[in-house]
């Protein structure tokens, strides 16, 4: 949907004359960042996308990774309290929340999921238990299960 000419004017003079960020002139105008980088750089301006910011635990990463590959079940609290050792500053929380990605996960095994429909499959066993006495006769003590695959 293209942007009327006042519109235009109105984010090159929010962004120039008075200095607002990309983001909240694209919220007052109810329009995409995207758009408002758009605009102008058909204006000739040139807008670069935000960088991102260097974390606290991009120094300790390597730390973090080749631990992980020597102790792979090693748990973060104890990562954290060695990192702690080693000059990190952040907190707890946030140190879980950033390693979360940089854990190595398990393999996966192989298996196979057998799906069936209703009244496709069912399991059935037959079991003899000895034999139970009632009044004064002996009788066979048995169990039948049946377990239907689909209703488990």
């Not at 002139?25 to 807008?47: F, Y």
């Not at 748990?75 to 390693?99: I, N, W």
């Not at 238990?129 to 049946?146: E, S, Y």
């Amino acid at each position: 949907m293209p942007v009327s000419l006042e519109v235009e004017a109105r984010v090159r003079r929010l962004f120039h004359a008075e200095k607002w960020k990309i983001g909240t002139i694209a919220r007052e105008l109810s329009l995409h960042p995207d758009v408002i980088r758009r605009i102008l750089a058909g204006a000739g301006t040139v807008v670069e996308h935000p960088r991102c910011r260097l974390q606290a635990i991009d120094a300790y990463r390597s730390f973090i990774t080749e631990t992980w590959k020597r102790h792979p079940t090693l748990t973060a609290s104890r990562l954290y309290r060695m990192c702690k050792e080693r000059g990190y500053t952040g907190g707890p929380d946030h140190f879980r929340h950033q390693v979360r990605s940089l854990r190595p996960r398990p393999r996966s095994e192989a298996f196979l999921r057998l799906r069936s429909f209703p009244a496709e499959q069912a399991q059935v066993d037959w079991g003899h238990f000895g034999k139970v006495t009632i009044g004064r006769a002996t009788r066979p003590l048995m169990a039948f299960v049946m377990v239907l695959s689909w209703s488990r």
